[in-house]
Nanobody, 130 residues
Framework: QVQLAESGGGLVQAGGSLRLSCAVS????????MGWFRQAPGKEREFVAA????????YYADSVKGRFTISRDNAKNTVYLQMNSLKPEDTAVYYC???????????????????????WGQGTQVTVSS
């Protein structure tokens, strides 16, 4: 059974930084594209960032480009989201997700549609105060 566990969320002041981690168990992520999504109260879940199975390709939402960095350590079966220059509008529950089917499509660019991701974590709360 594949399980994803996010950690690293918390309360931070605007301009601060947080690093989220997503530990995956139940299968190796070496051939799995990974993504981060977030959902703010009263809003739909939205794409944040994604990374290809090798780590060679990344993709970001315009709202976080230049501030957030997604990375992965396949040896540790873990994906990270470094969040810098945080803004109050970044406040949300952040979810890690796995897209094990991207490799079969031979697409290089990781996907932003939540429906492409088969496995999801429970989420971690990020709150940015002004």
């Amino acid at each position: 059974q594949v399980q994803l566990a996010e950690s690293g969320g918390g309360l931070v002041q605007a301009g601060g930084s947080l690093r989220l981690s997503c530990a995956v168990s139940g299968r190796s992520i070496s051939s799995v594209a990974m993504g981060w999504f977030r959902q703010a109260p009263g809003k739909e879940r939205e794409f944040v960032a994604a990374i290809s199975w090798s780590g060679g390709n990344t993709y970001y939402a315009d709202s976080v480009k230049g501030r957030f960095t997604i990375s992965r350590d396949n040896a540790k079966n873990t994906v990270y989201l470094q969040m810098n220059s945080l803004k109050p509008e970044d406040t949300a529950v952040y979810y890690c997700a796995a897209d094990p089917n991207l490799i079969a499509t031979r697409m290089v660019k990781p996907r932003s549609q939540s429906t492409s991701y088969d496995y999801w974590g429970q989420g971690t709360q990020v709150t940015v105060s002004s």
